[in-house]
């Protein structure tokens, strides 16, 4: 089973910027679509960004993260500027039509 680890979480003041990598236990390449998603305290888990034949954002997080992936690497990324309190959850990177997850990374953001 593939397993999937998060890295890059952190404390960050607003207007800040972080970088999450997913890096995978084996080859990603024939995963067509891997996504971020994140979930904050007391709300429902969202899909922040997937990438698969082309990319797609959250309303709330275009202009402002940007999605992309190493297959080579076997890695994932997701670069977050302009960083809002509101962003503030932790962050779970998916090959969610595969039911495989990470175990999330946290990231705050403080105003």
């Known amino acids: 089973q593939l397993r999937l680890v998060e890295s890059g979480g952190g404390l960050v003041q607003a207007g800040g910027a972080l970088r999450l990598s997913c890096t995978a236990s084996?080859?990603?390449?024939?995963?067509?679509?891997m996504g971020w998603y994140r979930q904050a305290p007391g709300k429902q888990r969202e899909l922040v960004a997937f990438?698969?034949?082309?990319?797609n954002y959250a309303d709330s997080v275009k202009g402002r993260f940007t999605i992309s992936r190493d297959n080579a690497k076997n890695t994932v990324f997701l670069q977050m500027n302009s960083l809002k309190p509101e962003d503030t959850a932790v962050y779970y990177c998916?090959?969610?039509?595969?039911?495989?997850w990470g175990q999330g990374t946290q990231v705050t953001v403080s105003s």
């Open positions: 998916a090959a969610a039509a595969r039911g495989i």
């Open positions: 084996g080859s990603i390449f024939n995963i067509n679509s």
């Open positions: 990438i698969g034949g082309s990319t």
